[in-house]
């Protein structure tokens, strides 16, 4: 399971130009489900989302997590970030699950982190969507278990 994770100042998610999601300051996620992802692993990526401390303490270090920080999470599916890209000129998605473990899981990943007391956005699994985002930093980090 990967997640792309971005700090923003906003973000927000349309799907045929209606708003399906979107946060003021806090962490968009992009998941991508793969082959061998369960819900153990969904829980685990999503306790090191909740976790990563990449928000700035009083000294300006990045010292605090999303909720130290008061963040809330929009987390979008994106399964072309399971690609494999390493040959020839056309992306394989071979690597990545199948759309009903994937959407189970990615509404699984969402929930959990709602549990935990996030307030979570979320997109709409399998749509068209046109994200939106102003990247704070900006700082961006790639998670993977």
């Known amino acids: 399971m990967i997640a792309l994770i971005q700090r923003v100042t906003r973000a927000s998610v349309t799907v045929d130009g209606e708003i399906?999601?979107?946060?003021?300051?806090?962490?968009?996620?992009?998941?991508?489900?793969?082959?061998?992802?369960?819900?153990a692993k969904a829980r685990r990526l999503a306790e090191r989302v909740l976790g990563y401390r990449v928000?700035?303490?009083?000294?300006?270090?990045?010292?605090?997590n999303l909720q130290q920080a008061g963040g809330s999470l929009l987390v979008v599916s994106q399964f072309t970030l399971?690609?494999?890209?390493?040959k020839g000129m056309r992306?394989?998605?071979?690597?990545?699950?199948?759309?009903?473990?994937?959407r189970e899981l990615y509404h699984y990943f969402s929930d959990h982190c709602r549990q935990q007391?996030?307030?979570?956005?979320?997109?709409?699994?399998?749509?068209d969507m046109?994200?939106?985002?102003?990247n704070d930093g900006p700082v961006t980090f790639w998670l993977q278990v």
Not at 117 to 127: K, L, Q, S, Y
Request: zero cysteines; glycine letters at 12%; proline letters at 5%.
């Open 82 to 86: 399971a690609a494999d890209t390493r």
């Open 130 to 134: 046109q994200v939106s985002l102003v």
């Open 20 to 39: 399906t999601g979107q946060i003021a300051a806090g962490l968009l996620v992009l998941l991508a489900v793969e082959k061998d992802d369960d819900q």
């Open 91 to 102: 992306p394989s998605f071979s690597g990545g699950a199948a759309p009903d473990q994937a």
């Open 55 to 64: 928000f700035s303490d009083p000294q300006g270090k990045m010292n605090l």
């Open 117 to 127: 007391g996030v307030n979570t956005e979320n997109g709409r699994f399998a749509a």
